[in-house]
Every structure is written in C-alpha cells, then in structure tokens.
C-alpha cells in the first residue's frame, strides 16, 4: 500500500480475500528518490503501520523544514519534506530551472 493513509476496513478486505497476506506494510517514497524512502517494519504494530510510513531506509537523511524559512520543524509540526542520500536523483534531464526549484545546493531534494 502506498500513495495515502490505508483506511483499516480495506486492511481487513484484502486480509480476507488474501488471508496468507499477514503484513501489510506503508512506504513514502517519491519518482526522484528511486523511489523508496521509508517504509513500515513487519515488527510494527498493525496500528502504527497504518499510522505511518515508517522509518527511513538505510543511508538516506529526511529532516521536515518550514517552506518559506527553510528552518527545521520540531516533530509535531507539519511542513515540507526533504530528503538526501544515495537514491536521490541528480536532476531533471535537460530541465536546469525545475531541478534548481528542488534540488538545494547541499543536495536535499525538496518535495
């Protein structure tokens, strides 16, 4: 599942049209991040992985800023993610202006 928050009744659909489906797991992830960023455990509690996305993969740094400031949130306030690490891509192919707009110079890809 991945794309939007998994409602549990269709949790419970799929665990009954596919009962050997034991876990479902949540990933976030973007096309310019190949394209996993984070995902739920099998070791997670079903609630948390329908609460979540879980935690990043290995080697890739997340940090949430406020869009405007380009300050760093604290955990319990919404703002804009930002992602750096082996997966992220490079650039848009032949499209300099729209990769400046994501692509900082520290590398962070802004989403």
């Not at 489906?21 to 310019?32: A, K, N, Q, V």
Request: overall charge negative.
């Amino acid at each position: 599942m991945s794309g939007a928050p998994c409602p549990p009744p269709l949790v419970d659909q799929i665990h009954k049209q596919i009962p050997s489906c034991e876990h479902i797991l949540i990933p976030y992830g973007s096309t310019e991040c190949s394209p996993v960023v984070s995902h739920t455990s099998i070791h997670d509690s079903p609630k948390h992985r329908l609460e979540s996305v879980g935690r990043p993969i290995e080697h890739l740094e997340i940090k949430i800023v406020d869009p405007i400031t380009g300050a760093l949130m604290r955990t319990d306030v919404s703002g804009e993610v930002c992602i750096r690490g082996h997966c992220t891509f490079v650039g848009y192919y032949n499209q300099m202006d729209q990769t400046r707009d994501v692509l900082d110079a520290n590398h962070w890809y802004h989403t």
